[in-house]
Structure formats: C-alpha cells, structure tokens
C-alpha cells in the first residue's frame, strides 16, 4: 500500500509539473472547445499505456541504450512539437472571431481521431515520461514478486491521473471562458501555447 502511494504521488507531481502536455490541453480547450480537449486526453492516456507496455516488457531500457535510437525520437519529439506550436499560431491568425463556435463543432466532427493523435504522439514522444517509466517506474515492481497485474495497476493509477488533471484543467478553462465572454481570448492562448511549444521543442534538443 505504501508502495501504491508513494507512486501515485510520484505521478501526479509529474502530471501536474509543467510540460507539453499541459500546453496541448491548454491550447485545444481554449481554441477547439471541451470535446476537442477530451479526445486530446483519450490520446495522451493511452499513450501512457503504451509507454507502460514498453517499459514491462524491457524494450524501454533496450531503447535507451541505442545513443542513436534516443536521438531519433528527440529529434521527432522536438520536431513534432515544434509543429504544433507553429500551427497553433497560425491557426490564431486565420480564426475570424465570429464563426469560433461553428469552427469548433465542424472541427470535432471532422478531426476527432486528429485531436486523439495529438494527444497520443505528445505524449509518446515527450521524454520526461520516457524517463519516468525507465527510471522510477522499474523500482515499484519487484522482480521476486512480479505480476503484470500489478505492474498494469500501477500504469492504470497514471493514466487515471492523467484524465482526472487534464479534464478538471478543461472544466476549469471553459468556466474561464464563459466568465471572460471574450472571443479573442482562445485566439491569443492559442499564440501564448504556439509559442510554449516551440520553447519546449527547443528544450527537448538541448536535453542530454
């Protein structure tokens, strides 16, 4: 029990520290609205399960070894968030305030499985979870007593906390914008977490 806290709360303190994840949400709730950010959650939960899959299976530990292997996937990370941020900003410019809330449905309707791999390929190649699950993870499980019950409960204890933050982070951001009543508010969150991006893509690349 004492091993389920300490990792619970190991977790959430990774959740709830700032990162591209928060950034993604931040970005699509304030832009694209509830549903839009909800599937962007589904993405980055399942995400996690894939990461802990890796990690119970050891290929995360094969995978850091290879020094080229590693460099791939910053490149991609970095790449891929510098990508999101620089189409977070452009997409600030071409929104004409009017037609927000009619964009929004259309843009749900037609890029749901879109805003699902946002959140899915964010979270996959963000390295600090990479890090988590090669390093913190592994000293909850131990090898004289392994179950990939366990070993899955705890991953599961992640992913709930990555679902339960980032849709209380969405109810907090549509409470925001109700009260604020200003179109142009999604618009320059949206220029604020372009930029975020682009900062942490720079980040990812001089991460050794």
Avoid: C
Avoid at 4 to 16: E, G, K, M, T
Avoid at 67 to 94: H, P, R, T
Avoid at 101 to 112: D, H, L, S
Avoid at 142 to 161: K, Q, R
Wanted: glycine content about 8%.
């Amino acid at each position: 029990m004492n091993d389920i806290l300490a990792f619970s709360l190991i977790a959430l303190l990774l959740v709830v520290s700032p990162g591209p994840n928060g950034v993604l949400i931040l970005k699509t709730a304030s832009s694209q609205g509830q549903r839009a950010s909800i599937l962007n959650i589904f993405g980055l939960t399942t995400a996690t399960f894939f990461h802990g899959a890796l990690s119970i299976f050891g290929f995360s530990a094969l995978l850091m070894q290879s020094a080229e292997l590693f460099f791939i996937i910053k490149i991609l990370g970095a790449g891929y968030l510098f990508y999101i941020g620089v189409k977070a900003i452009i997409s600030s410019y071409k929104t004409k305030n009017s037609d927000t809330e009619t964009n929004k449905k259309i843009n749900v309707q037609k890029n749901g499985i879109g805003y699902f791999n946002e959140g899915f390929i964010t979270q996959i190649l963000n390295p600090k979870v990479s890090m988590f699950y090669l390093a913190a993870f592994p000293q909850f499980i131990s090898p004289d007593n392994f179950s990939y019950l366990n070993a899955f409960s705890l991953v599961s204890i992640h992913a709930s906390i990555i679902f339960m933050w980032f849709v209380g982070v969405t109810l907090a951001i549509e409470k925001i914008k109700a009260s604020a009543k200003n179109t142009k508010m999604g618009n320059w969150v949206q220029r604020l977490s372009g930029t975020a991006m682009i900062y942490f893509s720079s980040m990812i690349l001089t991460q050794k």
